[in-house]
């Protein structure tokens, strides 16, 4: 699919029921709760993993240099405090967004698998595009989503309220169109964000907390099994305003 096409369907997007939209997500839900707690056990354990690994050696500097010959005075020592404390949240800051980013791309495409009762597509799954031919793509991509969130929350909280939605689109646009450029992808996503904010905002919101009511009433670890569902309102109005072209894809390669 081409943008201008994608941008015609946005502005003819049909009107969408809340109680249809917060009903589908429920169902759909239950097919893909497993992937949505495996992807939140991922991103745990990549977090934990990058944290460790960017403060181990932190440590062990800090006990060289208290414990070591090397001789530095206070200023010294909190200077390159500073700067070490600021590399190690910049690295955790990159490579957690790409992470996040790629994990959540590759959750829309296992929702949409399993939305077709598909047990399985060649190639679709969480490391899909952790790979040498999108990371470049994916590493702006995730900086632009970080950086317009900052620019956002700096102007005042509602602005970011705002970007949140079209953000998230981003997110739905990369997974099905994985070869568009990064301003058509946001060119897109800012589209179909504005079409449909209100719905989006409102059902993601509701849907939301009671993810997380319920996620804390199971227990409170249950929430990472809940809160997956917050994701499938988006994918939802992207598949009923946008739509999906896979089946006539095939046709067209295998020239039927």
Same mark, same amino acid.
């Given at each position: 699919?081409?943008?201008?096409?994608?941008?015609?369907?946005?502005?003819q997007?049909?009107? /969408?029921?809340?109680?249809?939209?917060? %009903?589908?997500?429920?169902? !759909?839900?239950?097919?893909?709760?497993?992937?949505?707690?495996?992807?939140q056990? !991922?991103?745990?354990?990549?977090?934990?993993?990058?944290?460790?690994?960017?403060?181990?050696?932190?440590?062990?500097?800090?006990?060289?240099?208290?414990? %070591?010959?090397?001789?530095?005075?206070?200023?010294?020592?909190g200077?390159?405090?500073?700067?070490?404390?600021?590399?190690?949240? !910049?690295?955790?800051?990159?490579?957690?967004?790409?992470?996040?980013?790629?994990?959540?791309?590759?959750?829309?495409?296992?929702?949409?698998?399993?939305?077709?009762?598909?047990?399985?597509?060649?190639?679709?799954?969480?490391?899909?595009?952790?790979?040498?031919?999108?990371?470049?793509?994916?590493?702006?991509?995730?900086?632009?989503?970080?950086?317009?969130?900052?620019?956002?929350?700096?102007?005042?909280?509602?602005?970011?309220?705002?970007?949140?939605?079209?953000?998230q689109?981003?997110?739905?646009?990369?997974?099905?169109?994985?070869?568009?450029?990064?301003?058509? /992808?946001?060119?897109?996503?800012?589209?179909?964000?504005?079409?449909?904010?209100?719905?989006?905002? %409102?059902?993601?919101?509701?849907?939301?907390?009671?993810?997380?009511?319920?996620?804390?009433?199971?227990?409170?670890?249950g929430?990472?099994?809940?809160?997956?569902?917050?994701?499938?309102?988006?994918?939802?109005?992207?598949?009923?305003?946008?739509?999906?072209?896979?089946?006539?894809?095939?046709?067209?390669?295998? %020239?039927?």
């Amino acid at each position: 699919m081409m943008l201008s096409d994608m941008l015609v369907k946005i502005k003819q997007a049909p009107h /969408i029921d809340f109680g249809e939209l917060f %009903g589908r997500s429920i169902d !759909l839900f239950q097919k893909v709760w497993l992937q949505g707690l495996l992807m939140q056990v !991922l991103t745990i354990a990549v977090s934990w993993g990058v944290s460790m690994a960017v403060m181990l050696p932190m440590s062990l500097g800090g006990a060289f240099i208290e414990y %070591g010959d090397v001789s530095y005075n206070d200023d010294e020592v909190g200077v390159i405090a500073l700067i070490l404390m600021m590399v190690m949240y !910049l690295v955790i800051l990159v490579v957690m967004s790409v992470v996040n980013f790629t994990l959540q791309a590759a959750f829309y495409r296992i929702i949409r698998m399993k939305d077709r009762n598909r047990s399985g597509d060649r190639g679709v799954g969480f490391g899909m595009f952790i790979k040498k031919k999108y990371l470049k793509k994916v590493l702006v991509l995730s900086m632009m989503q970080v950086g317009i969130a900052v620019l956002a929350a700096l102007i005042f909280i509602i602005p970011l309220f705002y970007v949140l939605v079209p953000l998230q689109f981003a997110i739905v646009i990369f997974a099905f169109n994985p070869d568009w450029s990064v301003n058509d /992808i946001y060119k897109a996503a800012f589209a179909l964000g504005n079409r449909k904010w209100g719905i989006t905002f %409102g059902t993601c919101l509701v849907i939301g907390i009671l993810a997380m009511i319920v996620g804390f009433i199971a227990c409170f670890i249950g929430v990472y099994a809940t809160i997956s569902v917050v994701y499938l309102p988006v994918y939802l109005i992207y598949k009923e305003v946008v739509g999906f072209t896979e089946d006539d894809d095939m046709i067209a390669q295998i %020239g039927v």
